[in-house]
């Protein structure tokens, strides 16, 4: 079946560093999602993606879609404690209904 | 703004108890989901429904779990028995849209379930 996978796991920062998770699907997508978890939350919306090759910016954060539509990215600029949380992505395959979620990528933030 | 409402926030319970989780989504919304999240882990859906039809349930496991949504608004998820290996925080979340993998997903606050 379809897989996600996102790397890395954890990464801890220094506030104002820069933040990068990747995203990798074993099979093309038709589109991608990013959702947000803060500690002790729920998953929330940020943004999704569905042409081949997309990019799209919300202030600090850019997200891009590869060519292949296989992989996606999230970059977050000068990280701020209020970043702190997971951020998962979720991708369906062509003709699915379903999105199938990655494992995540837990933030934490030296101040 | 309109949220998806869950009860109980938590429920501890013994093995070989049921337990049964509800969920109210965002008034309009025709599709409906079940989700279980192991800590540390992503979301894995066990259900999805479109209205009160199920759509996906090919990661429910159904010997012990089961879910409705009769009248197509709010919906059960029930485990009987329980086991150790499903504690879990159980999402639901829904959408507008009917079934498709490229609508926003609105997520509930979860039910922890710890099971003894």
């Known amino acids: 079946g379809q897989q996600v996978m996102q790397i890395p796991q954890y990464q801890h920062v220094q506030e104002g560093e820069d933040f990068t998770t990747y995203c990798n699907s074993s099979?093309?997508?038709?589109?991608i999602q990013w959702y947000k978890q803060r500690p002790g939350g729920h998953p929330v919306f940020l943004i999704q993606l569905v042409k081949s090759g997309e990019v799209k910016k919300q202030k600090r954060l850019t997200f891009q879609f590869g060519e292949a539509k296989k992989n996606s990215s999230l970059h977050i600029t000068a990280t701020q404690t209020t970043d702190v949380g997971t951020y998962f992505c979720a991708g369906s395959g062509r003709g699915a209904q379903k999105l199938v979620f990655g494992q995540g990528t837990r933030l934490t933030i030296n101040p | 703004e309109a949220e998806v409402a869950q009860s109980p926030r938590y429920k501890i319970t013994e093995k070989s108890q049921a337990v049964a989780f509800w969920c109210d989504p965002i008034?309009?919304?025709?599709?409906l989901y079940w989700y279980r999240q192991i800590l540390g882990q992503g979301p894995e859906l066990l259900v999805q429904?479109?209205?009160?039809?199920?759509?996906?349930d090919s990661q429910l496991p159904k010997d012990r779990f089961s879910a409705e949504r009769l009248k197509g608004v709010d919906s059960t998820l029930k485990i009987q028995p329980a086991e150790l290996g499903d504690s879990a925080m159980y999402l639901c979340a829904s959408s507008p849209g009917t079934a498709s993998s490229t609508d926003t997903q609105y997520f509930g606050p979860g039910t922890r379930l710890t099971v003894l």
């Open positions: 099979t093309t997508l038709s589109n």
């Open positions: 008034s309009g919304h025709a599709t």
């Open positions: 429904f479109q209205d009160e039809s199920v759509v996906d």
